[in-house]
């Protein structure tokens, strides 16, 4: 029975097991909006393009399935531009659908015209435009596995309005299997050799494919490599935003490299004496700016052979991605050698301690090591926590735990505007777990207008924003470089817990450290009991600020 091809990418959609898109509506893909209608697909309406790209973003690392994102051309282009980026720093799988104008028009600057590949050329693994109908399904499945397949990464598809209208004979095609290579037998024993010789082994973890597709099975690629590393006496730390691909209860937990880092942990990266990088490449933020720890011996695990932004050395690769690694790994007693568990043990119990809050006593408003405290007490052990960038995100980083995969959504090229729509799909994937955005006053203001699809959709996010009046990161910079002399910086912000009362969510407006236990209660019930959205207005000083060795070098890419 011949369809449209717009009506063929749904249902192509569908032969993927993709349960939402995230979407702004334009004229140029009305053929598939109509193709949804019917579909069991859900689509969920954003209110910036930005915001519904950071939702499928959100959807990719929570389900393992590529994050789903459809826009219109020219500015609506534009605007899902910062998650294609994301998604490509990120390594995250993410296929964005672009709506354009009829082929006819092409090259005659038509309304909003645009290149999508000299758009997005640079920032995704691949541009594909649908100029045969007969081939929608074809396109679609190529888009889902090269998103999927390697490194994961954004892949952009266009549409041409009047190509996707046009009818077709084609079928939906099945899925091309993503694979997941697992190391051979000698490669494991080589490895093995490397770490039963190493006395000072370092685990560095990091990327996204560590919760297994199966629900029964979530979580275990993590849990199986702490298991391991605890027998092995081989100490575990997460890249920068990758904190939950290991349970922080395990006894190989050294905690996280990167901004506000340990610098314990930084130590540790310069006198380790074999690094294994599994699912992630030794970068400029995890590295301090390339100057720890580059010329260790090391084994990357990674399912790319150009092994994208790695610098410093290396002495072995095995190609795999983590969960495929971590069902093959080394027998323990080799990898153990003759090591003792005395360097794991003081790596982790200095973890502990960093991860131990501090009361901070600020002169004014709440204090953050307080606070965090009391929300990681507070919290459920499974809850999912996003972020977005800045100072603000920090405490919550250095003070709240992770249970195991797929409880960590934060952009690791520091965008801001991503907590709001991830803590949005996060509800929306999992709406039997509470779901907490960690943000700072701007982050919020980015994308905070997503909280009307939470209400739309019946979710009932936590948000908790930390208000102290400025762009806190690069006022830490101007202090350093330009002492005196702020300028750029500051903020006007509205009443945040007024705010979402709009929204018909519960606000609170916390400006002593006294009264955060208490509102901290009153917003879980308003989530877990009532199922309306709740913010935490927490007023701080301005002059609260987490230590500065958490800034790299001027220059280095330090986040907003």
């Given at each position: 029975m011949s369809t449209s091809a717009g009506h063929l990418i749904v249902r192509q959609l569908e032969a993927h097991g993709v349960r939402r898109v995230y979407s702004v509506p334009g004229e140029s893909f009305l053929d598939v909006l109509d193709g949804l209608h019917d579909s069991p697909i859900t689509t969920v309406v954003a209110r910036q393009e930005g915001g519904a790209g950071f939702m499928a973003l959100a959807e990719s690392r929570l389900t393992s399935i590529p994050g789903i994102t459809l826009v219109t051309r020219g500015p609506g282009a534009a605007n899902a531009m910062i998650a294609v980026h994301t998604a490509w720093q990120d390594a995250t799988a993410l296929v964005l659908f672009v709506g354009l104008i009829p082929v006819a028009d092409r090259g005659r600057d038509s309304f909003q015209e645009f290149s999508l590949d000299g758009w997005f050329g640079t920032t995704a693994k691949r541009v594909i435009v649908l100029d045969d109908e007969h081939r929608a399904a074809d396109v679609v499945s190529e888009a889902m596995h090269a998103a999927a397949s390697g490194r994961p990464?954004?892949?952009?598809?266009?549409?041409?309005?009047?190509?996707?209208?046009?009818?077709?004979?084609?079928?939906?095609?099945?899925?091309?299997?993503?694979?997941?290579?697992?190391?051979?037998?000698?490669?494991?024993?080589?490895?093995?050799?490397?770490?039963?010789?190493?006395?000072?082994?370092?685990?560095?973890?990091?990327?996204?494919?560590?919760?297994?597709?199966?629900?029964?099975?979530?979580?275990?690629?993590?849990?199986?490599?702490?298991?391991?590393?605890?027998?092995?006496?081989?100490?575990?730390?997460?890249?920068?935003?990758?904190?939950?691909?290991?349970?922080?209860?395990?006894?190989?937990?050294?905690?996280?490299?990167?901004?506000?880092?340990?610098?314990?942990?930084?130590?540790?990266?310069?006198?380790?004496?074999?690094?294994?990088?599994?699912?992630?490449?030794?970068?400029?933020?995890?590295?301090?700016?390339?100057?720890?720890?580059?010329?260790?011996?090391?084994?990357?695990?990674?399912?790319?052979?150009?092994?994208?932004?790695?610098?410093?050395?290396?002495?072995?690769?095995?190609?795999?991605?983590?969960?495929?690694?971590?069902?093959?790994?080394?027998?323990?007693?080799?990898?153990?050698?003759?090591?003792?568990?005395?360097?794991?043990?003081?790596?982790?119990?200095?973890?502990?301690g960093f991860a131990t809050p501090q009361p901070e006593d600020p002169a004014t408003g709440v204090d953050l090591s307080v606070a965090f405290g009391l929300l990681e007490a507070k919290l459920p052990a499974d809850r999912i926590l996003t972020y977005g960038a800045g100072n603000a995100t920090l405490w919550g980083h250095r003070y709240l735990k992770h249970s195991g995969p797929g409880t960590l959504v934060a952009p690791r090229n520091g965008a801001m505007g991503v907590s709001i729509p991830a803590a949005v799909a996060a509800t929306l994937v999992h709406p039997e777990r509470v779901s907490v955005a960690i943000c700072g006053d701007g982050d919020f203001m980015m994308n905070g207008q997503e909280l009307a699809v939470a209400m739309a959709h019946g979710a009932a996010p936590l948000v908790v924003v930390v208000d102290n009046g400025v762009f806190a990161t690069i006022v830490q910079h101007q202090e350093r470089h330009y002492p005196g002399r702020p300028s750029g910086t500051a903020m006007t912000n509205p009443d945040f817990a007024a705010f979402i009362a709009t929204f018909g969510g519960h606000g609170e407006d916390v400006s002593d450290t006294a009264e955060a236990g208490a509102a901290i209660d009153r917003a879980l019930e308003a989530v877990t009991v009532r199922k309306v959205p709740a913010l935490l207005h927490l007023r701080i000083d301005p002059a609260t600020m987490p230590p500065s060795t958490a800034l790299p070098a001027f220059g280095a890419g330090a986040e907003a």
């Open positions: 990464g954004p892949v952009v598809v266009g549409l041409p309005e009047d190509v996707l209208v046009r009818m077709t004979d084609a079928q939906p095609v099945s899925p091309r299997p993503v694979p997941a290579p697992v190391p051979d037998a000698a490669s494991n024993q080589e490895l093995g050799a490397r770490l039963g010789a190493a006395q000072r082994p370092l685990i560095i973890a990091g990327g996204d494919g560590w919760a297994l597709p199966a629900p029964e099975k979530v979580g275990t690629a993590g849990a199986a490599l702490a298991a391991w590393a605890e027998q092995a006496h081989v100490p575990i730390a997460a890249d920068w935003r990758a904190y939950d691909t290991v349970p922080h209860d395990s006894a190989a937990w050294a905690g996280y490299l990167g901004y506000y880092r340990s610098d314990a942990l930084a130590e540790a990266l310069g006198q380790a004496d074999l690094l294994v990088f599994i699912g992630c490449a030794r970068t400029d933020v995890l590295s301090d700016g390339y100057t720890r720890g580059l010329e260790a011996e090391t084994v990357l695990v990674l399912p790319e052979p150009e092994a994208t932004g790695h610098a410093g050395r290396i002495d072995q690769q095995l190609m795999a991605t983590p969960a495929s690694f971590t069902s093959a790994l080394p027998h323990v007693e080799g990898a153990r050698g003759s090591r003792g568990s005395e360097w794991m043990d003081r790596l982790t119990a200095e973890q502990r």
